[in-house]
């Protein structure tokens, strides 16, 4: 029989449970299907004990399912279900393939809402004590990912503004230090890596952009890479 569900595209924030907004905890209670992404931690789907989970993760450098038919399961999914929860880590709306998935559900007529969630720039910054901007030192910040699709240029242009956020960091976050210092940024413009961000196993290390240039250590989580002068640790501020 076919049911014409609704889809919400609910963000689960950076990683802890504890971050999901209510409106997103609510309606995970409320689901009947979950497709959730690599990240969401076992903790996050504990939020839904009722509701048949799908695994649809995608993790850089790994196998992972084609977004055609993570688009596709969407569909069949709310022609058979009422509730049906499309659970992404961060907010849907930044780096979330959000695009793709409501062009798809909406040529189908499916009624499709938006739950946001704290993406993980903002709960990176919270975590580390550390506001992306300042006062008389930075008052612009841009989220970038090295991620391109296969139509665009390998290595786009680096954002111009004061505080660089750059998601999905690792490997590609040293040769962005790599290229901000070929463009004349100081070397040791202040930089905050972030590991498992909100996560019990969350690492916070503080470097220079030389330093980054040069490397960073083995990563077993997501890392975000925060860069710019409004980084620079404070006075009396604790490591």
Not at 63 to 76: D, F, H
Not at 115 to 121: N, R
Request: aromatic share 2%; net charge neutral; hydrophobic share 45%.
């Amino acid at each position: 029989m076919t049911v014409q569900g609704k889809v919400y595209l609910i963000g689960a924030g950076p990683g802890a449970a504890d971050l999901i907004t209510v409106r997103g905890a609510r309606l995970l209670a409320q689901a009947d299907v979950v497709l959730y992404d690599a990240l969401v931690t076992p903790e996050m789907l504990a939020l839904c004990p009722q509701a048949q989970l799908i695994s649809v993760g995608k993790r850089s450098g790994q196998r992972s399912t084609a977004q055609t038919l993570i688009n596709q399961q969407l569909v069949e999914s709310a022609q058979h279900h009422r509730t049906v929860v499309r659970l992404k880590g961060g907010d849907p709306m930044l780096f979330g393939r959000a695009d793709e998935e409501l062009r798809a559900l909406e040529a189908e007529g499916i009624e499709v809402e938006v739950v946001p969630g704290i993406t993980t720039a903002l709960a990176a910054a919270a975590a580390s004590k550390q506001p992306l901007t300042r006062r008389g030192v930075a008052r612009s910040v841009a989220f970038f990912t090295s991620s391109t699709a296969p139509d665009e240029p390998q290595h786009p242009a680096l954002p111009a503004t004061d505080t660089l956020v750059q998601y999905m960091g690792g490997r590609e976050a040293i040769a962005t230090a790599t290229r901000l210092l070929a463009e004349g940024r100081r070397p040791d413009l202040p930089v905050v890596v972030i590991e498992n961000c909100s996560r019990a196993d969350q690492r916070i290390a503080r470097l220079t952009l030389s330093d980054l240039a040069d490397g960073l250590e083995a990563a077993h989580g997501p890392v975000l890479v925060m860069i710019g002068e409004a980084l620079q640790q404070r006075l009396h501020q604790p490591s």
